[in-house]
């Protein structure tokens, strides 16, 4: 069974189907989910491959109980995984929010579909972006990657669940329809070649081990259940030990150190992708199946010689703060424009990144299709001029 | 393990800690408990301490490994009991204990998967997960205290409290049908159901132990009293009023049909075992069925 474990070789698969993928090659585990339009995919193949490597899948009743499960699977030391979209996200908020309190790592795949409410179970939206960062009630940092290819929908899945050890926390894919049903080529690569980050264990014995306490990068290790740890997490405000203190004191130590452990870390965490930044003067910002139709763009428009540039964002959260505040602050660049299919979501992030040093405008498109290189390319041209 | 154990302790500041303090009292059973943690939350004439006692008698009994027995709880009074266990225990969101043992079980089949928290919390907000879990046939022991409504919030009504009984929010008497869990139980699949009141300390102990033994999904039901809340409203007494009550009007029973053990407002209460069947579990179907299956297909 052991040569089924990673599909090594070239395939023509789905996004959704590399995600499940990519969570085979990242050794995940357990899977628990609920179907749902346009992410049922994912957990189907997870239903078909989990037996065939060890793993196991289980459909839970709903959403609420399918992160449940995910964060326990977690707790007692498997790499779990879920994927939904819309409805199905909104509904594991709750316990989104769980995981963050627990420090949980966990994987969730939202393959984010038109809203609100049922909206357009088929067709497009990248409306969940602020759900992403805000969607649990409380103040809390979040790690969020956004796939522009199936081939990156694989890859950036093996990423989710590094980082999610790493620190200790949910990591989101923000795939959307397009992108989780678009068929592409997708090269996975040898298993000694896929590169895999485990959770800190404990550096002591259960004696000396204080459970929530962080190591210098804020991070701490994690015991598992059934490892003689005797470990309490509880989603109550607790102390390093685990144990609930409701004072305003406890609260500013946690939820300090829970913020800080993925804010003091953007610059390992967030990556980009730059297009022609050098001499830009409009940059356009764009993520997921936007960022396709957006380089399209941006190749026009550099053919006609206008000096237009693009950066593809792959970590949306921690939003890359660094980056654009930079380029802001750039003497050539005098405008953004964010590409996006929603209301406006990132601009918003790049708005305040700006801080007025550069204008940002929202070309913004309200789902159900992906927009055409001409309603970008005009919403370009006429900031360029 | 043991090379982890040589290595010195992380220093803590003495900032980071908040709240545990040293020192174990000399009870038999402290060695269940995790240091410190006494005394509890619970009001006086609360039976969640009772249950939880015999919880904890149960794991002494069958000498269960403390190291592989895992517990969950909800929110709410009981969910508090995590807390003060001396394992692995996780205090979770509302309703949602028994999908997070789940997770919990199907990861780690070797571990012991107890949920232990309150009727609000697995019948009302959680009411679609513990049906789940009894139609999976998930091996784990659900421990639910039924007190008939939300101690921590101050006593609202649940789904649980019975036609006519007062609570905050029924001051004029609840008019709704309240669940009999134990039929509920039942019919949802559960392997092993039981009942006792907090006044059974011996049976409920043992029952516990023989719901933990039991392969598959096992639900005890614990009538307790909470003086603060519900007695109070309903003028039913103390909480050592309402045992000599539970002593009168409990019988024990091995022949009722489950559909027939329904809780009137201040009825008798039939206890005893109800359900103890064999039936395969979730991971037993998954492991023989379905991981056959995808070995001979892959």
């Known amino acids: 069974m052991k040569s089924n474990t990673v599909i090594t070789g070239t395939h023509f698969i789905t996004g959704d189907d590399a995600c499940a993928e990519g969570g085979i090659a990242a050794g995940c585990t357990f899977f628990a989910g609920y179907p749902i339009t346009p992410a049922t995919e994912v957990a189907e193949r997870m239903s078909k491959r989990l037996p065939q490597v060890g793993g196991v899948y289980v459909q839970m009743e709903d959403e609420l109980a399918s992160m449940a499960a995910v964060i326990g699977a977690s707790s007692a030391g498997a790499r779990a995984m879920t994927s939904t979209s819309g409805p199905g996200f909104s509904l594991m908020m709750e316990n989104i929010g769980l995981a963050v309190m627990l420090e949980v790592p966990c994987v969730i795949v939202n393959i984010m579909r038109g809203g609100p409410s049922t909206g357009l179970p088929t067709l497009v939206g990248q409306q969940d972006v602020m759900q992403a960062r805000w969607g649990s009630h409380g103040d809390y940092e979040i790690i969020a990657l956004s796939p522009s290819s199936p081939q990156e929908s694989f890859e950036l899945t093996v990423d989710a669940f590094n980082l999610a050890d790493i620190y200790r926390v949910p990591v989101i894919i923000l795939s959307d329809e397009i992108i989780g049903h678009m068929t592409e080529k997708v090269t996975i690569s040898e298993t000694e070649k896929i590169k895999i980050v485990h959770r800190k264990n404990p550096a002591c014995g259960p004696e000396n081990f204080v459970p929530f306490f962080p190591d210098e990068d804020g991070v701490p290790p994690m015991a598992l259940a059934g490892d003689g740890y005797h470990v309490h997490a509880t989603g109550l405000t607790h102390d390093e030990h685990g144990y609930p203190v409701i004072t305003a004191d406890a609260q500013e130590r946690l939820v300090q150190r829970l913020v800080n452990k993925i804010r003091k870390n953007e610059e390992k965490i967030v990556r980009t992708e730059e297009y022609y930044l050098d001499d830009a003067e409009v940059i356009i910002i764009s993520y997921g199946c936007s960022a396709r139709t957006s380089l399209d763009v941006v190749e026009t428009a550099h053919g006609k010689g206008m000096k237009v540039g693009f950066l593809r964002l792959i970590t949306i959260w921690p939003f890359p703060e660094t980056k654009i505040r930079g380029l802001a602050s750039r003497k050539n660049v005098k405008a953004f424009v964010v590409a996006e299919i929603n209301h406006g979501q990132v601009v918003y992030e790049v708005e305040r990144c700006a801080a007025g040093e550069a204008e940002t405008v929202l070309a913004g498109f309200m789902g159900g299709r992906i927009f055409e290189p001409d309603e970008l390319y005009k919403v370009v041209q006429e900031i360029a001029n | ?298």
Not at chain 2, 4 to 30: C, F, N, T, V
Request: glycine share 10%; proline share 5%; with cysteine.
């Open chain 2, 1 to 298: 393990m043991k090379e982890r154990l040589k290595q010195a302790p992380p220093k803590i500041p003495d900032e980071a800690k908040l709240s545990w303090k040293k020192g174990h009292g000399d009870h038999p059973l402290d060695r269940y408990l995790k240091e410190g943690r006494i005394p509890h939350i619970w009001c006086p004439g609360c039976g969640i301490g009772i249950a939880f006692t015999a919880f904890i008698k149960a794991l002494e009994k069958a000498e269960f490994d403390q190291d592989k027995t895992v517990v969950v709880s909800g929110i709410g009074c009981s969910g508090r009991a995590a807390g003060y266990l001396n394992l692995d225990t996780y205090h979770t969101t509302h309703g949602r204990a028994i999908p997070f043992a789940t997770g919990l079980k199907l990861a780690k089949p070797e571990l012991k998967t107890v949920v232990f928290s309150g009727d609000g919390d697995l019948f009302a907000i959680g009411g679609n997960h513990i049906i789940h879990a009894a139609r999976r046939n998930v091996d784990m022991t659900v421990i639910c205290i039924n007190n008939f409504n939300y101690g921590m919030t101050g006593g609202q009504g649940g789904p649980t409290t019975p036609v006519e009984a007062r609570t905050t929010t029924t001051p004029y008497g609840c008019a709704e049908h309240p669940f009999n869990l134990i039929y509920l139980a039942k019919a949802a699949g559960a392997a092993y159901v039981a009942r006792w009141t907090a006044l059974h300390t011996h049976e409920l102990r043992d029952s516990i132990v023989e719901a933990m033994s039991k392969t598959g999904f096992s639900f005890v039901e614990v009538i307790t009293p909470c003086p603060t809340g519900y007695a109070r409203r309903n003028r039913l007494g103390t909480g050592l009023e309402i045992m000599r009550f539970y002593k009168e009007n409990s019988y024990i029973t091995d022949i009722l049909e489950p559909e027939d053990t329904a809780l009137l407002f201040k009825g008798k209460i039939a206890v005893g075992k109800f359900v103890d069947i064999e039936k395969p579990t979730f991971m037993e179907m998954y492991r023989e069925y379905i991981v056959q299956q995808a070995e001979n297909s892959g």
